[in-house]
């Protein structure tokens, strides 16, 4: 698919396993756009979430224990990458109401696909 056209902000949730890397696109209504696999690396990364034409706002990256390693690739090739602490997020956002705002623009879900943080964003 090529790039987009309209005027908005993305968000990437990156579910992180040793080989894969499981990655869910929300647009700011938290309408799931893509969800797309690639290696653990963070080339690898860098190069699928390009490929998107897409520009993001945030992307969320699992904390486990190749974090480091990939929060220091995605920041270096200009994604605007962070850690979440799975649970703390999980819990912080089951104290909230199920609703969406420009300032957060999606809900956590965990989807049956191992997409993981998805729309945490």
Same mark, same amino acid.
């Given at each position: 698919m090529g790039a987009r056209r309209r005027a908005g902000l993305d968000y990437a949730g990156l579910d992180v396993s040793l080989e894969e890397t499981a990655i869910c696109v929300v647009d700011e209504t938290g309408k799931v756009i893509r969800e797309l696999r690639t290696a653990s690396a963070p080339e690898a990364l860098a190069k699928t979430m390009a490929a998107t034409g897409l /520009?993001?706002?945030r992307v #969320?990256?699992? =904390?486990?224990s190749l /974090? /480091?390693?990939l929060h220091h690739g995605l920041t270096r090739a200009s994604l605007p990458a962070l850690c979440i602490e799975t649970r703390a997020a999980k819990a912080a956002m089951g104290a909230?109401?199920?609703t969406t705002t420009a300032t957060m623009p999606v809900v956590w879900r965990r989807s049956s696909a191992p =997409? #993981?943080?998805a729309r945490f964003m």
């Open positions: /520009s993001f706002e #969320g990256l699992e =904390a486990c /974090s /480091s390693w909230m109401p199920n =997409a #993981g943080i």
